[in-house]
């Protein structure tokens, strides 16, 4: 199965080969690495934890574990891997401090995983949120690295997906010493994939443990002074969206605008994938002779902008930028988080939950099914329905939420007990991590 499978991938990086020299900037960054040529690493005689996260989402999750790590285990070194371009830079930033590499996941073909693990030699591999590499767990299990997925998170749709390949699947699971999920569904659904019953612990999502740090603190303060937030106007954060997201919040709060409520309020757009940055920013201006838009004065910023007197009062933002989104939530009333009006599945509600505000998503959240239930559960956030007319529906509920302060605020104060309530998933990750961690295999 391994030798099918590395045709396969060879295949895939053959039909891919044309984006690496089209696109350089995004697939072709940190290629050298992926091949499995890193820069020199010294050993000593402290062991390395390997910590993978894929992108932007686990690296900011991976927060609180990181700072855990270190914590409880000092006498370890610490190697953070990320796949995409964006994951890397934010990685860069936030672990400078605490990491002693940074670097690029590697392909998963022998001769890159293999020098791979030469240049590092872990003890221990943490995967963040179930990140499947078939042959880079085979090695690692074969260099003696004890391997645990942490955080981990299955959806039923990538359940389905894996067990149409069950066999090899349930091999690559047998190799892994340890799966800490964040919910029951999550640990029934991975045993449900051969993953060992004895193997499975559930040790909620580290993301509920969440806290605004010194730097995206002075984040604040800055995108607070250029803008002037949070002002008088109220701010929506329309965050993490996909295609056609940003075109249904634009016809909605352009209605809005027009005069649906006495206060004008602001809107702030804040992509999911930075390729997409100009495209939105082209949108926003166009959208203004657009039939569908009901106001056409607004007036517009992008973040990446040289800072202009205009900043203050713009009435739409483009926060085109990668790791300021949890930077801006403390400066909004209300957030609607993307990928859950289209079936992508959602964003994670749990950022703008920490910062207390009022969070709507789409219908369409099955990549957080246990969590979205406990904030469904607990009243704490608003769930459009599925719809042909998405901005109507936004329309409506953010009408409703602009000229209901107390109801703002109820969900605001309902979502962040809801973060306090299931807090410690952290705690309770290093716990099960303990022995993992001090003993090789």
């Known amino acids: 199965m391994y030798f099918i499978y590395s045709i396969l991938l060879a295949l895939g990086f053959l039909i891919m080969s044309p984006l690496f020299l089209l696109r350089r900037e995004k697939y072709a960054s940190g290629f050298k690495e992926r091949l499995g040529h890193y820069p020199a690493f010294t050993h000593d005689e402290r062991p390395v934890i390997w910590l993978h996260c894929v992108s932007v989402g686990e690296t900011n999750a991976a927060r609180p574990l990181v ?31 605490k990491a002693d590499a940074v670097v690029y996941f590697p392909f998963d073909f022998k001769f890159s995983v293999r020098r791979a693990l030469k240049t590092y030699r872990p003890s221990v591999v943490l995967l963040m949120e179930t990140e499947i590499w078939p042959r880079f767990i085979r090695e690692a299990n074969h260099s003696g690295a004890r391997i645990a997925i942490v955080n981990g998170r299955l959806s039923n749709r990538s359940a389905s997906r894996y067990s149409l390949i069950g066999f090899f699947i349930s091999r690559i699971f047998s190799t892994i010493d340890l799966a800490l999920m964040q919910g029951t569904g999550d640990a029934q659904r991975i045993a449900s994939l051969g993953m060992p019953v004895g193997h499975i612990n559930v040790t909620g999502n580290i993301k509920f443990d969440i806290k605004n740090t010194e730097s995206e603190q002075a984040i604040t303060d800055i995108l607070a002074g250029r803008f002037d937030l949070p002002g008088e106007r109220t ?8 295609e056609p997201e940003e075109r249904s919040f634009l016809e909605a709060w352009c209605s809005i605008a027009n005069g649906a409520v006495p206060v004008r309020p602001r809107l702030m757009i804040v992509p999911r994938h930075p390729e997409r940055f100009d495209a939105i920013a082209k949108l926003v201006e166009s959208f203004r002779s657009d039939p569908a838009c ?16 205009p900043d203050k009062t713009a009435d739409v933002i483009l926060l085109d930028s990668i790791g300021e989104l949890r930077a801006a939530y403390p400066l909004a009333e209300i957030v609607f988080v993307g990928g859950s009006l289209i079936p992508h599945g959602g964003q994670s509600v749990l950022e703008p939950a920490a910062a207390g505000k009022a969070v709507i998503t789409g219908p369409y959240t099955h990549n957080f099914t246990d969590a979205i239930a406990v904030f469904r559960n607990n009243n704490a956030l608003i769930e459009l329905p599925a719809s042909t007319a998405a901005a109507d529906e936004i329309f409506t509920t953010l009408c409703d939420l602009l000229e209901n302060g107390e109801l703002r605020n109820e969900l605001g104060r309902n979502a962040k007990a809801v973060m306090t309530a299931n807090s410690g998933a952290t705690r309770n990750t290093i716990a099960r991590l303990e022995e993992l961690l001090k003993a090789g295999r």
């Open 294 to 309: 009901e106001w056409r004065d607004y007036t517009f910023a992008r973040r990446s902008e040289d800072e202009s007197v």
């Open 67 to 97: 700072d855990a790590i270190r914590e409880n285990f000092a006498g370890h070194r610490l190697v953070i891997s990320t796949t995409t371009q964006t994951g890397q830079e934010l990685a860069r930033t936030i672990f400078k401090e």
């Open 235 to 242: 701010l929506i954060i329309a965050a993490s969206t996909h």
